[in-house]
């Protein structure tokens, strides 16, 4: 390369603006620099994902950002260690079972991935949390610069899509809202905010949704599986190939014909109260506002009758052509059960347990691991109808 070429380089690379910082006087020339670089690379990938999302549409500007956050080294698993298993209930031909995800490294992931400790003079205006790893002025010092992220829009809303270090399948990805809003949706003395703020998630996590019809997304509420409560996020990954149908999903479909008729796209919103499930769970399907609406409904009356303990797993993904929703009402007090590590979460909500401790290990492998074990993990979750655990 030219001299004359590098120059025209360095003269482009300083005028790339820099981060608002709080103290600017503090940020150090080396420090300055890497924020440069930083914002160089953002802007050039979230160029490529907006023009690969507006020919093939959002899901493959997702694939594309979780294939550049495995070449540039953020995701740290490459799942080669995962293995699954499904346990059949007993004596009903298989109609009803659940699903066992090992995953070691998944473990992980509480460990952190990101350094906690804010370099000189990094902080920036309009962030009140620096610890806030859902915050995207946070993890370009977080992540040294290899963490990207994906930003689009969605009802009018900004999000930003960023990848984990420890996925639990291939393209897994956490939405994150553009502001840094709590997860919690209940709002003491405030029954008006609370219900804005279900109608925000639930708006929001459809719009996304309908959006990937190969995905499923879900929201963790606070107490109900949110590793982080302090930021609004989603969770959403790729179905994998065989996977086939979830649990909930199954009990779902042998509720609907039992007691309802099967509920075709474009009509009324359909709510069915899922029996024979060891949470108490809703299925809703109809047109896209009617379904929102329905399961507004739902949590607005939890909200009501569990007070400060209402939380919520509320779940998206496609069925026959349109998108479904499942909501789980869950008490946040309770938030962890016997015979699993982790949180009991929207995952296994879906009837998928990830397990991934050499106890749980230990467990499969001596065969103490079955459908009524796993049952009993959901069961010890479930609250009593005031909000309760019971």
Same mark, same amino acid.
């Given at each position: 390369?030219?001299?004359?070429d590098?120059?025209?380089?360095?003269?482009?690379?300083?005028?790339?603006?820099?981060?608002p /910082?709080?103290?600017?006087?503090?940020?150090?020339?080396?420090?300055?620099?890497n924020?440069?670089?930083?914002?160089l690379?953002?802007? &050039?990938?979230?160029?490529?994902?907006?023009?690969?999302?507006?020919e093939?549409?959002l899901?493959?500007?997702?694939?594309?950002? /979780?294939?550049?956050?495995?070449?540039?080294g953020?995701?740290?698993?490459?799942?080669?260690?995962?293995?699954?298993?499904? /346990?059949?209930?007993?004596?009903?031909?298989?109609?009803?079972?659940?699903?066992?995800?090992?995953?070691?490294r998944?473990?992980?992931?509480?460990?952190?991935a990101?350094?906690k400790?804010?370099?000189r003079?990094?902080?920036?205006?309009?962030?009140?949390?620096?610890?806030c $790893?859902l915050?995207?002025?946070?993890i370009?010092?977080?992540?040294?610069?290899?963490?990207g992220? $994906?930003?689009y829009?969605?009802?009018?809303?900004?999000?930003?899509?960023?990848?984990?270090?420890?996925?639990?399948?291939?393209t897994?990805?956490?939405m994150?809202?553009?502001?840094?809003?709590?997860?919690?949706?209940?709002v003491?003395e405030?029954?008006?905010?609370?219900?804005?703020?279900?109608?925000?998630?639930?708006?929001?996590? $459809?719009? &996304?949704?309908?959006?990937?019809?190969?995905?499923?997304?879900?929201?963790?509420g606070?107490?109900?599986?949110?590793?982080?409560?302090?930021?609004?996020?989603?969770?959403?990954?790729?179905?994998?190939?065989?996977?086939?149908?979830?649990? &909930?999903?199954?009990?779902?479909?042998?509720?609907?014909?039992?007691? @309802?008729?099967h509920a075709?796209?474009?009509?009324s919103?359909?709510v069915?109260?899922?029996p024979?499930?060891?949470?108490?769970?809703y299925?809703?399907?109809?047109s896209?506002a009617?379904?929102?609406e329905?399961?507004?409904?739902l949590?607005v009356?939890?909200?009501?009758?569990?007070?400060?303990?209402?939380?919520?797993?509320?779940?998206?993904?496609?069925?026959?052509?349109?998108?479904?929703?499942?909501?789980?009402?869950r008490?946040? @007090? /309770?938030t962890r059960?016997p015979?699993?590590a982790?949180?009991?979460?929207?995952?296994?909500t879906?009837g998928? @347990? &990830?397990?991934?401790?050499?106890?749980?290990?230990?467990?499969?492998?001596?065969?103490?691991v079955?459908?009524?074990?796993?049952?009993?993990?959901?069961?010890a979750?479930?609250?009593?109808?005031?909000?309760?655990?019971g």
């Amino acid at each position: 390369m030219q001299n004359a070429d590098i120059d025209k380089l360095l003269e482009t690379f300083q005028s790339i603006p820099l981060p608002p /910082y709080v103290a600017p006087a503090q940020r150090p020339v080396m420090g300055q620099h890497n924020d440069r670089i930083y914002g160089l690379q953002q802007a &050039i990938l979230q160029g490529e994902l907006d023009q690969l999302a507006a020919e093939q549409g959002l899901a493959a500007a997702l694939r594309a950002l /979780y294939d550049q956050q495995v070449d540039i080294g953020f995701i740290q698993d490459d799942l080669s260690q995962v293995s699954y298993f499904r /346990y059949r209930a007993p004596g009903d031909n298989g109609q009803h079972f659940f699903i066992v995800q090992f995953n070691p490294r998944r473990a992980e992931r509480f460990k952190g991935a990101g350094r906690k400790a804010l370099p000189r003079g990094a902080h920036v205006q309009g962030v009140a949390d620096t610890s806030c $790893y859902l915050c995207i002025d946070n993890i370009r010092w977080q992540h040294r610069g290899v963490q990207g992220y $994906y930003q689009y829009s969605v009802n009018g809303r900004t999000y930003n899509a960023l990848c984990n270090p420890f996925p639990f399948t291939r393209t897994h990805l956490t939405m994150a809202a553009g502001e840094h809003l709590p997860q919690s949706f209940h709002v003491t003395e405030s029954p008006e905010q609370t219900q804005a703020r279900i109608c925000r998630i639930v708006e929001d996590l $459809y719009g &996304i949704a309908e959006q990937l019809p190969a995905f499923v997304g879900f929201y963790n509420g606070a107490g109900a599986g949110a590793s982080i409560e302090k930021h609004l996020h989603f969770h959403f990954f790729e179905i994998p190939d065989g996977h086939g149908s979830f649990p &909930i999903q199954t009990a779902a479909r042998l509720a609907t014909r039992t007691l @309802f008729g099967h509920a075709h796209s474009g009509q009324s919103a359909q709510v069915v109260q899922i029996p024979d499930y060891p949470l108490t769970a809703y299925q809703v399907r109809g047109s896209k506002a009617e379904a929102t609406e329905a399961v507004v409904d739902l949590a607005v009356d939890w909200d009501r009758r569990a007070g400060e303990a209402a939380s919520a797993n509320i779940i998206a993904l496609w069925e026959d052509g349109a998108v479904s929703l499942y909501f789980v009402p869950r008490n946040k @007090f /309770y938030t962890r059960s016997p015979g699993l590590a982790g949180m009991v979460a929207g995952l296994e909500t879906l009837g998928e @347990f &990830i397990f991934s401790t050499d106890d749980e290990q230990r467990a499969i492998n001596e065969q103490r691991v079955n459908y009524d074990y796993l049952r009993r993990i959901l069961e010890a979750v479930r609250p009593s109808e005031d909000g309760e655990q019971g």
